[in-house]
């Protein structure tokens, strides 16, 4: 087995596990709207107004991401965009910590006000920046095994090689 082809294994993973993070957690939210609505507003950062949009649009963005992610479409960009998505989490987890808010970040249900001394604030950043590792690793080599961009560029170079930077 080649180089090249383990660090295809290793994206490969990276781009599923991704996948999985983004449908699971689209999927929760997606299923329970109101509860999205009490994570993000417990937040405490943004007017009514513009909760009700991030909780309204924030699932089905998610699960656009594991989408594109799990069949392999335009993993680069989707794999930048999980970075900014995963950066603006870390940030709000970290300055409800900061501010002393009693909150469960909702990332995956769930969500809104705890009792102090329940919240997980290291657990979940740590968390978050171990998906922030996927989607660096995507990133920066987005070649994964059985991604749909791979046959697309393959198909559309002639050469049989799949060597379009994928």
Known sequence: MTRGRVLDGIGT????????????????KALDPAQTYVAVRAYDVLPREAVSVVAGVLPWFELALGLLLLVGIGTRAVAALSAALLLVFIAGVTQAWARGLSIDCGCFGGGGAVEPGQTQYVQEILRDVGFLLLAAWLIVRPRTLLAAERRLVTAGSGSGSGSGGY
């Not at 993973?13 to 929760?28: E, F, H, K, N, Q």
């Open 13 to 28: 993973l990276a781009r599923l596990g991704l996948a999985a993070v983004w449908l699971v957690s689209g999927l929760i």
